[in-house]
């Protein structure tokens, strides 16, 4: 899978209606292999830095590839959220608030809505992504930044993930959710 970097390089209105000249910088990543290419740009975009990566499930931990890759970080921590009591957690939530940037991590992206959706943790991720905080999505990561949302959510009866020529062939499929 490829990769893409996106920079808004106009002002624009922040959470306290002020302008703010700081850029937005989103890095999607599509999972697989060779990602570094889009994380070394995320890592040049930063200085000093705190990076807080979120998962909705268990998996790879970036936090010394970060540190490697990174000169400027100076911080990893990741916060994994297994249920939406997760993210009414008022540490995990700080933590967030803290973050100079943010990565969401793959996975089960129907994870990410059922535990954040309308939860003190996607109103800190939203508030970041208003001011400016570089954000980086990986697979489920990257799918969960757009305005529609794509998932497989099993509270429709999921219980084996579709594949995209199972998609093609019924795009009506009721276990297909966009959001």
């Known amino acids: 899978m490829s990769s893409f970097r996106w920079e808004l390089e106009q002002p624009y209105q922040c959470l306290k209606n ?17 990602q570094e290419v889009t994380f070394t740009w995320l890592c040049d975009k930063i200085n000093d830095a705190q ?13 010394d590839w970060i ?8 911080l990893v921590e990741t916060i994994l959220t297994m249920s939406r009591e997760d993210a009414y957690n008022t540490n995990l939530v700080n933590t967030l608030m803290r973050a100079d ?12 809505i059922d535990f954040w959706q309308n939860t003190p943790l996607q109103d800190v991720l939203n508030a970041a992504i208003l001011n400016g905080v570089p954000i980086g999505g990986v697979s ?17 009866g999921v219980t084996d993930p579709l594949r995209s020529s199972d998609i093609l062939m019924n795009p009506y499929n009721p276990q297909i959710r966009i959001r």
Do not use: W
């Not at 002020?18 to 060779?34: K, L, P, V």
């Not at 990076?51 to 936090?63: E, N």
């Not at 540190?67 to 100076?74: G, I, L, T, Y």
């Not at 489920?140 to 429709?156: M, P, T, W």
């Open 18 to 34: 002020e302008y703010s000249s700081r850029r937005r910088r989103i890095a999607m990543m599509g999972g697989g292999c060779n």
């Open 51 to 63: 990076v807080v990566v979120l998962r909705a499930s268990p998996g790879m931990d970036y936090t």
């Open 67 to 74: 540190k490697s890759h990174c000169p400027n970080v100076h």
């Open 101 to 112: 940037v943010v990565l969401i991590d793959g996975g089960a992206q129907s994870n990410y």
């Open 140 to 156: 489920a990561g990257l799918a969960i930044l757009g305005d529609y949302i794509f998932s497989l959510e099993k509270r429709y």
